[in-house]
């Protein structure tokens, strides 16, 4: 048994208001360099719908994640040799315009433009040309189901769904998506790496990017099926989501989390058997991978476990940790929580409640003393298909959304009673697979989400760190630091201070002759 | 032998590997950061796809046929009893086939570079430099196959250049051998060392990181904060 520890996130879909708050300071933390401008590390989709990039899930194109061929677990987009091969062309790159051309506008031309009979407009002008373009697709392209009658029907979660009814104006649904890195247990980015550029963090599971190894060979963006490792065009290096490690490291939840205005996401690490992960990410049938990734999951209140754990180096803080995780709780104990897509075998790490459609509405307004018999029959009435959800998060499986669903149903009928003192049949809780207690946790841990409770961070043990000077440059993301004086490049180095001399203070400073 | 043929044909390819040789150290000591292959796929591959298979490839190949054909002594293939009109017939065949995979790839690779204003805006001059130089070098060789090797040329450039090459790299060298070689060799063997000088310090260096060990690595790498043996790493920073 090898235990390892890994942090995991758990995002609950029910409250995802949609107002991509973690898009944008995920960005402005990250990708506010030039080559990064189109990357969103963190994004949030509008689902049914294609997303960023476009058809990302649609691996039968795509070719990102692992397939089991002749038994064996194998890179859906080629193995070693293969790449090796094709190495000068790779079959299956996604173009930055699935993703979208970035740009900027033409601001000046409010200002400088003369006097006219119409109002000067800005422009929008493309950042990789530097010319006036046509924006065609941009992200968020398909915000709260913007042109989705049409993109819709290319999501391949409609799959084996009555598309034509769906998407007819009555029968609309709709849900948002928050998308990172899954820092997955068995990364098919870090495997499809052929520089050994890519790694995954022995301590905690983040899987990151060496910038000072990475030659460019773009392998690791087809194999990650979530399309979450990135191509910064200026440096020719990949970038990806860094589980915002230096505050993680410190006990801080990462900046899409902290600035989550619906306090949706929760973070914890959990313990989990290294030596499981290959046999349980090759099973034969697609359904059995959400079960089989629980059971590579190990219990941290187990004083065998923590036995070991110990004897294998893991601190005593930590182990502490995973005993609080909600991570744990939401996806082992009271199995509400769920992987993306599990079918891609990577064992994703970021899990999702799957949301419960508006409830009260599905119901009629007559949650008050229902039976089971009622409720749960209602679940198959939800506006969301659950097949839809099966498709994305139990490999088709709609009996794991079922279960899930009925837990949340079921703990928002017990709390309603209790709240309003009403009487309430124990029943349904039971049919869930409940306890009074667990609802009771579930309630705390989704409703009330303390700030302490969503986020169980252990600090990384950096006193045990090696000479973090020579590890710099491998952690995930740098700037343009190319040979500048032997390249030649063109792009000339902005001075930070050069704006502050060149008299930005002119009106403020007496004495102008320092500047231009 | 005038004081032009030492310089061509003895100081120059010296100064030339020197600085190859240097250069390499210090850009890979120095710039890690910068040691890419600078693919441009991501934002231009419909015209990428065949120009760059066919230059990457094609130049392979003409690779080991100049190690065939320069570093390999003639004796030796003499020795497996491989005569001239086979070697010939090898050379001018496949070595043509793949100087016209290199010379067609090349040609569309440029093409694309100067015509795509997405990849003309992001290159630099290095990338020109390099795609340019190189450019020049092909042509010459591959003019010198075609044009005279291949339409019954005398002059034997494994009797010629081959000695003079491995002298050169055995630090026995016979400059006298190059100076009466036809003005097309002459010109491909000197276009080819400034190709060598520059090399260092621009793209070309990602030939060198070929990643052959990918063939036998396992999957998925860990890296550990704390007992990763950084030594290596450590060097590289201490190198400035």
Redesign the interface.
């Known amino acids: 048994m090898k235990i390892k520890a890994q942090f995991g996130m758990v995002m609950n879909l029910d409250k995802c208001i949609g107002c991509h708050t973690c898009s944008v300071t995920c960005s402005n933390t990250w990708t506010n360099r030039p080559g990064t401008e189109y990357m969103y590390w963190n994004n949030v989709e509008t689902k049914p719908g294609v997303g960023y990039p476009r058809e990302w899930e649609n691996n039968d194109e795509r070719k990102g994640g692992w397939h089991v061929k002749d038994g064996k677990l194998q890179?859906r987009a080629g193995g070693?040799?293969s790449?090796?091969l094709n190495?000068?062309?790779?079959q299956n790159?996604v173009?930055?315009d699935e993703y979208y051309e970035p740009w900027t506008y033409d601001y000046e031309n409010l200002i400088n433009s003369p006097e006219k009979d119409h109002q000067p407009v800005a422009r929008p002008i493309s950042q990789?040309?530097?010319?006036y373009m046509d924006i065609t697709w941009g992200p968020n392209w398909e915000d709260d189901l913007a042109g989705v009658h049409e993109t819709g029907k290319r999501d391949p979660n409609m799959r084996n769904l009555d598309e034509q009814i769906k998407f007819e104006f009555e029968e609309t649904f709709m849900m948002y998506l928050p998308r990172i890195c899954e820092h997955c247990q068995?990364?098919s980015c870090?495997?499809s790496?052929?520089?050994?550029a890519?790694?995954?963090?022995?301590?905690d599971g983040i899987v990151l990017v060496d910038?000072?190894?990475?030659?460019?060979?773009?392998f690791c963006?087809t194999g990650c099926p979530y399309k979450k490792v990135y191509?910064n065009?200026?440096?020719?290096?990949a970038e990806k989501c860094t589980f915002c490690f230096p505050r993680i490291e410190n006990g801080q939840p990462t900046i899409c989390s902290e600035t989550c205005v619906g306090r949706i996401r929760y973070i914890g690490i959990v313990l989990y058997d290294a030596d499981k992960v290959l046999e349980a990410a090759s099973v034969e049938d697609e359904k059995d991978l959400y079960e089989a990734q629980l059971e590579t999951f190990l219990d941290p209140f187990d004083p065998e476990i923590q036995k070991e754990a110990r004897k294998q180096g893991i601190p005593d803080d930590w182990i502490e940790a995973a005993q609080h995780s909600p991570v744990y709780k939401l996806a082992v104990e009271q199995k509400i929580a769920l992987p993306l897509h599990p079918e891609y075998r990577t064992m994703p790490m970021v899990w999702y409640i799957p949301p419960l459609s508006p409830f009260m509405n599905a119901l009629g307004g007559q949650v008050d003393s229902l039976s089971p018999d009622v409720i749960f029959p209602t679940i198959n009435q939800f506006r969301i298909p659950i097949d839809y959800l099966a498709n994305m998060f139990a490999a088709g499986d709609s009996d794991v959304i079922r279960n899930v669903l009925e837990k949340l149903v079921a703990m928002r009928s017990y709390m309603r009673s209790v709240q309003l003192d009403k009487p309430f049949d124990k029943s349904i809780l039971e049919r869930a697979g409940m306890t009074e207690e667990i609802a009771e946790e579930m309630y705390k841990l989704s409703a009330i989400a303390k700030y302490d409770d969503r986020y169980v961070i252990p600090k990384?043990?950096r006193e045990?760190?090696?000479?973090m000077?020579?590890?710099?440059?491998?952690g995930g993301f740098?700037f343009m630091?190319?040979?500048r004086s032997?390249?030649?490049?063109?792009q000339g180095d902005a001075d930070p201070m050069e704006f502050y001399e060149s008299g930005f203070w002119r009106e403020l400073d007496e004495d102008s002759s320092k500047s231009v | 032998m005038s004081n032009l043929d030492i310089f061509f044909w003895l100081v120059f390819p010296y100064i030339s590997l020197t600085i190859f040789v240097l250069g390499h150290i210090y850009r890979y000591n120095t710039d890690q950061f910068g040691w890419t292959a600078k693919s441009s796929q991501f934002l231009e591959q419909k015209r990428l796809r065949i120009g760059s298979t066919l230059f990457h490839y094609g130049i392979i190949f003409v690779f080991f046929g100049h190690v065939a054909g320069i570093l390999v002594p003639k004796a030796l293939f003499d020795f497996f009893g491989i005569t001239d009109d086979m070697y010939h017939f090898g050379a001018i065949w496949f070595g043509g086939a793949a100087g016209v995979a290199v010379v067609v790839g090349g040609f569309l690779l440029f093409l694309r570079r100067v015509s795509i204003k997405r990849i003309a805006k992001n290159s630099s001059v290095s990338d020109y430099v390099a795609l340019v130089t190189l450019g020049v070098v092909v042509l010459i060789g591959f003019t010198n196959t075609v044009g005279y090797t291949a339409t019954g040329g005398e002059f034997d450039y494994r009797v010629v250049i081959g000695p003079w090459m491995r002298g050169i790299l055995t630090f026995q060298p016979a400059p006298e051998l190059m100076a009466n070689a036809p003005i097309g060799f002459q010109l491909h063997v000197f276009t080819a060392f400034v190709l060598f000088a520059i090399w260092p310090f621009t793209r070309l260096v990602h030939v060198f990181s070929l990643p052959l060990k990918y063939l036998n690595r396992r999957y998925v790498v860990y890296r550990n904060q704390h007992t990763h043996d950084l030594s290596k790493l450590k060097k590289r920073k201490e190198f400035h």
Not at chain 1, 87 to 90: D, G, P, T
Not at chain 1, 193 to 196: E, F, K, Q, Y
């Open positions: 890179l070693r040799v790449k090796l190495i000068f062309y790779n790159l173009q930055i990789l040309t530097g010319e068995n990364p870090v495997s790496c052929p520089s050994g890519m790694y995954k963090r022995e301590e910038q000072d190894t990475c030659r460019s060979w773009r963006m191509f065009w200026k440096t020719h290096k990384s043990h045990d760190a090696g000479d000077y020579a590890q710099q440059g491998s740098d630091e190319a040979c032997c390249m030649g490049g063109n």
